[in-house]
């Protein structure tokens, strides 16, 4: 006999589970000796909790009524109930304040390979911590766990929320067009990216450096090369980067067209390649205005690391899968689309 569960979900046997649990307990040693405390939250949170967050690319997958009728949604990440746990219990606690976390989230996507419904998460918030300093201690965190857990060949993909739309400000493109076009820079689709833009009534000029501007990736010395357009976030990039201590700053690649499918990041954000997988690891980035909505106004970045993407990268890299598709890409991990 059959009997079917939810779509998008997965019975998780007893060897993979310890082979999670290996992963896990890595991640949370380093987290803990970063100072990170290990947080928990409702699986349920009301509804109009989550409507406070841009969460339009990261709905919830289910929703219930409690008995007063209510909606309550089960957590599509864990940002958000973390922002409201600060408004709420850490209300007059001196930041920065430092959260780890490994839970389960769900959203509702078409379920497709890497697209699962619940999803297992690991990861932290660092609030008030404004950027550069905050940004870079992020970064360093995320690639010590890595280390730790015996990842090799990842790489971290860098780039600045603000930058597209400011650029698209700065040369004029119409309101009206800008959420369509985000949509498809999240996407990494720049066929469907260069049709907006053309249906957008943008001059030429224009059209060609929003086309130009997202697809340049690489080292430091793209940050030289920079146009005028993109000075505000570039600095910030930069500012960054002179922050990493060495290991951390050789597995950054800079890319001037990242940007994440949550709304609420505001500046520097950053994805997690690795040849061995075909799809981000995790990432993560700013997000300024976030804890403003709930009532306390903080600086923050953090960090969520898919564990089963994690999980399915290290297999990968052990097979030697990575060093393969590394040979294949020119030695640049997560150059196939995010």
Do not use: W
């Not at 954000?269 to 061995?276: K, L, N, T």
Request: proline share 7%.
């Amino acid at each position: 006999m059959i009997h079917p569960i939810p779509s998008g979900t997965r019975d998780v046997l007893p060897d993979e589970t310890r082979e999670a649990r290996a992963i896990t307990d890595a991640l949370r040693g380093v987290f803990e000796r970063h100072g990170y405390g290990e947080v928990y939250t409702p699986a349920l949170e009301y509804e109009s909790v989550l409507a406070r967050a841009d969460m339009a690319e990261a709905q919830p997958a289910y929703r219930v009524f409690d008995e007063t009728g209510a909606v309550l949604v089960l957590r599509s990440d864990m940002t958000v109930p973390i922002a409201r746990v600060v408004a709420t219990r850490y209300a007059t606690a001196e930041p920065p304040l430092r959260f780890c976390y490994f839970a389960h989230c769900y959203r509702g996507v078409a379920p497709a390979r890497g697209q699962p419904r619940e999803l297992l998460q690991a990861g932290i918030e660092l609030i008030g911590a404004p950027a550069p300093q905050g940004t870079a201690e992020a970064l360093t965190v995320l690639c010590r766990a890595l280390d730790a857990t015996g990842l090799k060949d990842y790489r971290i993909g860098l780039g600045d929320a603000s930058l597209y739309p400011a650029l698209m400000a700065t040369l004029d493109v119409p309101e009206a067009a800008r959420d369509e076009l985000m949509r498809a820079l999240a996407m990494r689709d720049f066929v469907e990216l260069e049709r907006r833009l053309r249906e957008s009534g943008a001059r030429a000029e224009a059209i060609e450096l929003l086309l130009d501007v997202p697809q340049r990736r690489g080292g430091p010395e793209l940050l030289a090369e920079a146009p005028a357009e993109a000075a505000e976030a570039v600095t910030g990039l930069r500012q960054v980067h002179e922050l990493l201590e060495p290991a951390v700053a050789a597995r950054v690649i800079f890319d001037l067209g990242l940007v994440r499918n949550i709304g609420y990041y505001t500046g520097a954000v950053f994805d997690v390649y690795d040849p061995a997988l075909g799809a981000p690891i995790g990432g993560g980035g700013r997000y300024d205005e976030l804890l403003g909505r709930f009532g306390r106004r903080l600086p923050a970045v953090g960090f969520a690391l898919g564990v089963d993407r994690l999980h399915l990268a290290l297999a990968g890299e052990e097979r030697g899968t990575g060093a393969l598709l590394a040979s294949a890409l020119g030695g640049v991990p997560g150059s196939e689309p995010a």
